[in-house]
């Protein structure tokens, strides 16, 4: 079974900083890879995914992920944070088949901007 | 394209009664849907996966005759809470796979249940 580790509860950045949030993931495969934010009482907006191809991954709203193999990564960038960017961020990972396709849920990250 | 709604977006009810949550894939048709529950400050965690036309396979841990799913159409599935208690009191989301996007789901905005 899959699984996906987010080693950071909560970070905060000032305004117009730059952002990484780190996700690590565990699957034995080649795998799907989604990073979602979700405001207060909210549901879930898909940001960017990984299926395939360049590792390089452009989201909306200027995130940007980059998956890397070697090191079972997929972490979320994004040059200059902007005070709405605060919320919770969840790194999620999928398996490309039978019982693994399903999404699995890292513990999520909190970000809080400064002004 | 690809909204998903759920109704209610909120919900209290009192202990020992039941509570029924729809969620529709408005634009799409999708064969499989999704039942997830939040408790606050935590992550998403699976409970159920629903395939139209066809029970729903249950996580570990979830009780099935507790946590009712109905998929019987490829728009609508339906989660009723029965005989609801306090520690039942969560946001339970939705998501839906479409026909034609096998490896992405769309998830609807959430219901916030309270039993009091």
């Known amino acids: 079974a899959q699984s996906v580790t987010q080693p950071d509860i909560h970070i905060t950045v000032s305004e117009g900083a730059s952002l990484e949030l780190r996700c690590n993931y565990s699957?034995?495969?080649?795998?799907?890879l989604f990073w979602y934010v979700q405001s207060p009482g909210q549901g879930l907006q898909l940001l960017l995914k990984?299926?395939?191809?360049?590792?390089l991954v452009q989201g909306i709203k200027g995130f940007e992920a980059e998956f890397k193999r070697s090191q079972s990564s997929f972490n979320l960038r994004k040059p200059s944070v902007h005070w709405s960017d605060a919320a919770e961020y969840f790194c999620?990972?999928?398996?490309?088949?039978?019982?693994?396709?399903?999404?699995?849920f890292g513990s999520g990250t909190q970000l809080t901007v400064l002004p | 394209g690809a909204v998903v709604s759920q109704h209610p977006s909120w919900v209290i009810c009192k202990s020992g009664t039941s509570v029924k949550i729809e969620c529709r894939s408005l634009?799409?048709?999708?064969?499989?849907m999704f039942w997830y529950h939040q408790f606050p400050k935590q992550s998403l965690m699976l409970m159920a996966t629903?395939?139209?036309?066809?029970?729903?396979?249950?996580e570990q841990g979830v009780e099935k005759d507790k946590f009712l799913i109905n998929h019987a159409s490829l728009t609508l599935s339906t989660l009723t809470v029965t005989s609801a208690h306090p520690e039942d009191s969560s946001f339970y989301i939705c998501?839906?796979?479409?026909?034609?996007?096998?490896?992405?789901?769309?998830f609807g905005p959430g219901t916030r249940l309270t039993v009091t």
């Open positions: 699957y034995g495969a080649t795998p799907y």
């Open positions: 999620a990972v999928e398996g490309s088949s039978g019982s693994a396709r399903q999404l699995t």
């Open positions: 634009d799409f048709q999708a064969t499989t």
């Open positions: 998501s839906a796979r479409a026909l034609a996007e096998r490896n992405e789901q769309y």
């Open positions: 990984y299926f395939s191809g360049d590792t």
């Open positions: 629903s395939n139209e036309g066809s029970k729903a396979t249950y």
